[in-house]
Each structure stands twice: as structure tokens, then as C-alpha cells.
């Protein structure tokens, strides 16, 4: 985007910004053509519309022999470089616009924030080895984790930029989660008076089997972004596994290697730690009034939830963005200059190999678009060739913007009326596309496979929670209250983004829709997350029940053994998730809201008051039909051979 004061038109701004484009042309062997607001450059002529009528305002597009994503690391940045240098100080104002000048990923400090909150957190549990040994886990998932992501994944599937910040999150939060609750395990059974071999033996037989089955959970609901069925997602997703299985195997393998280390030094946990009775009282509380604090909890996340109702899918863009970011000052010159369709104008493509269509027809469909409601403008008709061309294309400029409900309106009016007219006459395939379009078929392609997603996640976690809980109860139980919140986080995200409520609060300028793809991604992996939380809290439940078949003790020792590691590993991945908020880019800033809050509040309303309060309702239902059976065998267990106690 181009603009100066005293006009484009005078004689020296034009000479510069030329001076500029030509050194475009030379900056990159990448660039194919330049077309300039003047006319012919580099041989790709200007559309007439390429300068505001006002004349201070114009912009100029160059063209790659290849899609942004596969140019060398480095093209924009020559681009920018080039051009800065040629008009510098002439008085023209300059902004960039296009994928690769954009930073779609988190700020660069995200992964920092999230190990110092890490250390924070550790350093509060008063021991060498649970500060240690997660990071050291962490470290290792980490750089495993991008490497194969990196060198190895992404020659062998479609792997999104944004994919190596997703792995390197999940690997810094899970690594740390399930490191910390088998060192706390351990140091617990130190606190029983165990030997520590015993005590590692101990804790990888608890802590880490619901590790194992807390992962594969994870696992699975990652999976069911296949059922979306589009390549990036699915590239993301396979990444995403891959990550979770790495720190599977290093939490398996480096974690009881590094505490038979340090032995004693682990400095034990008291049986009745202060921090446990804590927990112990507020669960006992609870437990007083189970309906009570089930419906006050179920209140608030419904109400959390409401704004979800209304979520409307869609793309963003840079009007999203606050005022101050590169992308927002370009796309307000451009809508400025030539109005907010401009910022996404619609491509037609008419295939002339097919049928009986001619240039004459397709110049017929272009000045049928031009009558439509909606256009404000469409360019002429341009052919690939100008003999025996066998396509060509013009474009249509909406009157509103991108994310305006009533451009996908226009663009469901072009298609279902004069390019289905257009085909019907004559014969002739024709297409409409661009970065508009293309982003309302991917919402609504989204919008209807997200039931599938659902569907398919639920399933898979209902079916490993059964085999490791042998309930038919719990996996119901849990799959309802992670749906509720995950359906908080959603009213979370919709409340800011789309609503606007306390949006300029995190740096976004204008309300808008909810990014299509966003949904998937918190859900798959929010829901992956929240599981971990739940499989431990319920696993230490079920040890306590299958000791003594009370459940109401059950419930109480389950809260009270696992309430301060779970909620600091909670702190941690909440930490690294809000990094994401500070950062320019919208789609992280949505993804990152979304995962911070899911995993906030299922960390405090959900286990901290509904767990507790619906375990103490459903009594010794919850663990129906293997409960009495359970308790029978590890009775007899007990007594042929002593076991530690849990």
C-alpha cells in the first residue's frame, strides 16, 4: 500500500515509487512481475483501480513463481528492505500486505514466559527433584518434538507454519505435567516411610499408568481432527501426536531413571501436609452439600457458555488487530482508499475448454455481477492469453468487508444466480475463489464437520476411560463435564472476540468472527488436557475406594492427594497458553484465550467443586459394575502380598 500527501501522481513521488518497484523486480528471482498504480511495469498491466479517486492513495502487487508458502525464508523481508531503501525519505508512506509479511505465530518470548512461570511454580514445591526433573523432561520433549516435526514430519505430510509453536506448547505443559505428578507420587510414598526403589515402583504403578492412559487420551482426541478431512489440520494434528507421544516415552524413561537418582534427597512429603488437609477441608465442605455445589457449578458454567450460542465463523483479518500493528494501519489505508471489499475482492475463473463460453460471455457474466446488489465495483475481464485463450478471470469488489455476514450472502447470490446461469447457457465450468470466498467455504466445511469432531473425541475418551476406570459412570461424567468446560472456554472466546467485551484489553481493535479453524484446535486439545487432570484426580479416587470401599473417604483423599500438584501443573499450562494473548497475531491470540481459559476452569470450578460434588452424589455408583469385584481382588491381594500404602 502506497500513499503521499501531495498526491501519487506528481512527478517525483511517481519517480520513486518506480525507482522502488524496479528494485523490487531485481531484489528476489522469485518475483515474476510487478504491476504498478501507473500502468504497465515489468510487463503486468495495472487494473484501472489500483489508485483511490482522490489520487493519494494506490498499491502495487508483485507476483511470485510460487505460493507464498514454499518461497525461501527471507523473500519479504528483501522485498521491504528493497523498496524501504528507494523511497525513503521521499515523503511516501508505505505498508506491506500478504502472507509473507505477516507473523501469524506467537510472540517469541511465549515458550519463555511459560518455563519462568514454570520455575516459579516448581521452585514453590520445596524440592531439588520436582524442580529438576520436569524441566529436564520438558527440555528433552521439547527439542525431540520439533526436531521430527521439523525435519523429519513435514517432508512427509502438509505440516502448518504455526505447527512447531503448537508442539513446542503442548511439549513444555505436558512434559512438566506428567513429570511433576509421578515426582509428587514418589515423594509421597517417600512420606509413607517406603525404601526408594519401592517408592518408584510405587509411583510409576499409580501415577504412571494413569500417565499412560492419561496420553493416549490425549492422543485420541487429538486424532479426531482427522475427521475434519483437511490436509493443514490434519498435518497439525499428526504433529500434535507425535508430541504427546514423545513425552509419553520420555516421562516413562527419564523420569524413574532421574529420581532412583536423587533417592532421599527428594525430601519426602508428610502424610498430612498442611497443603493436603487444606484440600482435604475444602472437598469435606463440598462433599456437606453435594447439590448445592453442583448446581451453583453447573450454573456458572452455563452461564460462562451462553455467549457460545451465538458464535458465527468466519475469517479475520487485520481490522481485528489493534491500531498500532503493521497489518491494521495497511488494511485502513486500503479501506480508506477504496473501500472495505476491497480488502478481500472476489475472483471469478471461467474455464473456456469446456462447453460453448467465449470472452464475449464471460464479459456478459461480469456485467451481470456489476448489476448485483452488494457490488460496488469489477474489473475487466482478463483473458491468460490474448489468442486462444482458454480461460479467463475478472474480479468482483463487495461492498462490505470480508467478515461481513453480508459478503457471504453476496458470494452464496453470485454463485447460486448468474455463474449458475452462466454455466447452465453456455456450458462453460466457472469458479469463484480468492482469500473471501475461500475462507467462507472453509467456516462452513468446519462449521459442519464439528459435530463429527465432537462426536469422534467423545467416543475415543469414553472407551479409555472405561478400560482403565472399569466404570460405566465416570467416562459419562467426565465426557459432560469437559463438554461444559470446553463449552465455557467457547462463551469466553466468542464474549471477547466477537462480542467485543474487554477485547482492546488484549490488543484486538474490532470485534469480529470467531476463526474457523479455532474451534477444532481448542477442542481437540483442550479436551486432551482437561482429561489429564481428570484421569489423575479419578485414578487417586479409585485407589482410595478400592482400599477401604468408602466412597465419600475416597473422594476426600482423592481431592486432598492430588489438589496442589494438579492445580500447579493447571498454573503452568495456563501461563504458557495466555503467552500466546500478548502477541500481535489474532489467530494466536484467539487459540490461546481459548486453551488458558478451558484449562483455568476446568482446573477450578470443574474439579475443585463439580468433581467432588457429583462423585459424593452418585456414591457407590460411581464405580458400577467393577467396584465390589475391584475392592474383592486387590483385598485378596493385599493379603497374599503386602502392598505399599496408597
Not at 511495469?41 to 502487487?61: H, L, N
Not at 506428567?178 to 509411583?203: D, F, K, S
Amino acid at each position: 500500500m502506497l500513499s503521499a500527501e501531495v498526491g501519487l501522481a506528481q512527478t517525483d513521488v511517481r519517480q520513486t515509487i518506480e525507482r522502488g518497484l524496479a528494485a523490487v523486480r531485481a531484489a528476489s528471482p522469485e518475483v515474476v512481475g510487478v504491476s504498478s498504480p501507473y500502468g504497465e511495469t515489468d510487463g503486468q498491466v495495472a487494473d484501472a483501480g489500483q489508485t483511490s479517486p482522490d489520487g493519494r492513495i494506490g498499491f502495487a502487487s508483485v507476483q511470485f513463481g510460487q505460493r507464498a508458502s514454499a518461497l525461501p525464508d527471507g523473500t519479504g523481508e528483501k522485498i521491504k528492505s528493497a523498496f524501504g531503501d528507494a523511497v525513503r525519505g521521499s515523503g511516501v508512506t508505505v505498508e506491506y500486505v500478504g502472507q509473507m509479511f505477516v507473523d501469524s505465530g506467537p510472540p517469541p518470548y511465549a515458550e519463555l514466559v511459560g518455563i519462568a512461570v514454570a520455575l516459579v511454580v516448581l521452585l514453590s514445591l520445596g524440592s531439588i527433584v520436582a524442580l529438576s526433573v520436569p524441566l529436564l523432561v520438558a527440555l528433552f520433549g521439547v527439542g525431540t518434538g520439533i526436531t521430527l516435526v521439523l525435519f523429519y514430519l513435514s517432508r512427509q505430510v502438509l505440516v502448518p507454519d504455526f505447527a512447531a509453536q503448537v508442539v513446542s506448547f503442548l511439549a513444555i505443559g505436558i512434559s512438566i505435567d506428567y513429570a511433576l505428578l509421578i515426582v509428587h507420587r514418589y515423594r509421597g510414598e517417600l512420606g509413607r516411610g517406603h525404601e526408594p526403589l519401592e517408592a518408584v515402583q510405587a509411583a510409576m504403578s499409580t501415577a504412571g499408568r494413569a500417565t499412560v492412559f492419561s496420553a493416549l487420551t490425549v492422543v485420541g482426541s487429538l486424532a479426531g481432527m482427522l475427521v475434519v478431512g483437511m490436509e493443514f489440520i490434519n498435518g497439525l494434528a499428526v504433529a500434535a501426536m507425535v508430541a504427546v507421544l514423545i513425552c509419553l516415552a520420555a516421562t516413562l524413561t527419564l523420569v524413574p531413571a532421574l529420581i532412583s537418582l536423587f533417592g532421599r534427597k527428594a525430601r519426602p512429603l508428610p502424610p498430612d501436609s498442611a497443603q493436603g488437609n487444606r484440600w482435604r477441608r475444602l472437598s469435606t465442605s463440598i462433599q456437606r452439600s453435594p447439590r448445592v455445589a453442583a448446581v451453583l457449578a453447573v450454573g456458572v458454567l452455563l452461564i460462562l457458555a451462553a455467549p457460545a450460542l451465538s458464535i458465527r465463523l468466519g475469517q479475520v483479518d487485520a481490522s481485528n488487530e489493534s491500531e498500532s500493528s503493521a497489518g491494521r494501519r495497511a488494511y485502513d489505508l486500503l479501506a480508506s482508499g477504496f473501500g472495505p471489499g476491497s480488502t478481500g475482492p472476489l475472483t471469478v475463473v471461467v474455464d473456456l475448454t469446456r462447453g460453448g463460453g467465449d470472452l464475449d460471455a464471460v464479459r456478459t457474466l461480469a456485467e451481470r455481477s456489476a448489476e448485483l446488489t452488494g457490488v460496488v465495483r469489477v474489473s475487466e475481464v482478463t483473458p491468460n492469453r490474448s489468442v486462444d485463450a482458454d480461460a479467463a478471470f475478472f474480479r468482483i469488489t463487495p461492498a462490505f468487508s470480508q467478515q461481513d455476514e453480508r459478503t457471504a450472502e453476496l458470494v452464496a447470490k453470485v454463485r447460486a444466480g448468474v455463474m449458475a446461469d452462466f454455466t447452465r447457457t453456455t456450458g462453460s465450468p466457472v469458479h469463484l475463489g480468492g482469500q473471501t470466498a475461500r475462507g467462507i467455504d472453509l467456516a462452513a466445511t468446519l462449521q459442519d464437520r464439528l459435530l463429527w469432531l465432537v462426536g469422534g473425541v467423545l467416543l475415543a475418551s469414553m472407551i479409555m476411560l472405561t478400560v482403565l476406570f472399569r466404570s460405566a459412570l465416570v467416562p459419562l461424567k467426565a465426557a459432560a463435564m469437559n463438554l461444559l468446560s470446553i463449552g465455557a472456554a467457547f462463551g469466553v472466546v466468542v464474549a471477547v472476540f466477537q462480542l467485543g467485551w474487554g477485547a482492546e484489553l488484549i490488543g484486538v481493535g474490532r470485534p469480529g468472527p470467531v476463526l474457523a479453524f479455532a474451534p477444532v484446535l481448542i477442542f481437540s486439545i483442550a479436551f486432551g488436557v482437561s482429561m489429564d487432570y481428570e484421569v489423575f484426580l479419578l485414578e487417586r479416587m479409585r485407589e482410595s475406594y478400592l482400599e477401604t470401599g468408602d466412597n465419600t473417604a475416597a473422594v476426600t483423599e482423592g481431592v486432598a492427594g492430588t489438589g496442589r500438584v494438579v492445580t500447579s501443573c493447571a498454573l503452568i499450562m495456563v501461563a504458557v497458553f495466555a503467552a500466546l494473548v500478548s502477541g500481535d497475531a489474532l489467530p494466536a491470540k484467539i487459540i490461546g484465550l481459548g486453551l488458558a481459559a478451558a484449562v483455568a476452569i476446568d482446573a477450578t470450578i470443574v474439579r475443585m467443586i463439580l468433581v467432588p460434588a457429583t462423585m459424593q452424589l452418585l456414591g457407590h455408583a460411581n464405580w458400577w459394575p467393577a467396584g465390589r469385584r475391584g475392592r474383592s481382588a486387590a483385598g485378596a491381594a493385599g493379603r497374599a502380598c503386602p502392598q505399599p500404602q496408597l
